[in-house]
């Protein structure tokens, strides 16, 4: 029998959502025909396999929330957790997501009064349209940029970035913002140590916790917890 020479995925990106929920992008290929075949049959079964362990995980879920100041004491008490400096070129990043994800979400009035609707709006009818596509791209970069020029008084942020280091090159970001009490975790490692910062991942995101509010209603901080907790 001949061989099969399909590569697996090679790495993994998790991203905690303090504006949404979670997302797993899968870094790698599977080449040809049958393997676009058989790629659409696992992501259906994947897909249910999911929608059954969030099913289970909605109905043990109980309220017990906790800030963002007790999981900043948790993470540096239990897994040694470092708070990185705001000069520092991934805080400086991170600061600036933030802004611009909170602009978008509080301050959508203010920049359009400026000249700068949402990008939704601006969205290209016809994604087949390459001009169209990259010249949305570009507004969107104008949007950023006019976002973070947006006085901060606007959009007042105590934001704070803090790193786990688990075994060599494996780091796992956990982004705060202290005054809405927003929490993102994320981290990208090989499939070797995938396990390691998973269970580390889901453990900050268990110990936030949730309210009996963000039950109620579906918030994205539990929606997020939900599928943490469900995803393998």
Request: positive net charge.
């Amino acid at each position: 029998m001949k061989k099969r020479n399909l590569k697996a995925v090679t790495a993994t990106t998790i991203i905690g959502g303090s504006d949404g929920p979670t997302s797993i992008f899968l870094v790698g290929k599977t080449g040809g025909r049958q393997g676009n075949l058989l790629r659409r049959f696992r992501d259906r079964w994947q897909f249910r396999q999911m929608q059954k362990r969030r099913a289970r995980v909605m109905s043990v879920i109980s309220p017990k929330p906790h800030t963002t100041d007790e999981v900043a004491r948790y993470i540096r008490k239990k897994y040694r957790a470092v708070e990185l400096a705001a000069k520092d070129s991934r805080a400086q990043e991170g600061y600036r997501n933030h802004k611009t994800s909170l602009v978008y979400k509080e301050q959508s009035e203010r920049m359009e009064q400026m000249g700068y609707p949402l990008p939704d709006k601006k969205r290209p009818p016809d994604f087949h349209d390459r001009a169209a596509v990259e010249k949305w791209y570009e507004y969107m970069k104008e949007y950023d940029e006019a976002a973070m020029g947006l006085d901060d008084s606007f959009v007042p942020m105590d934001y704070h970035i803090y790193q786990i280091q688990v075994g060599y090159g494996c780091v796992l970001d956990v982004e705060m913002e202290k005054i809405r009490g927003l929490l993102n975790v994320s981290f990208s490692t090989t499939k070797k140590n995938r396990k390691v910062l998973k269970k580390i991942w889901r453990d900050i995101y268990r110990y936030y916790g949730v309210s009996q509010e963000d039950i109620k209603n579906s918030t994205d901080r539990y929606l997020t917890l939900v599928t943490v907790l469900a995803e393998r």
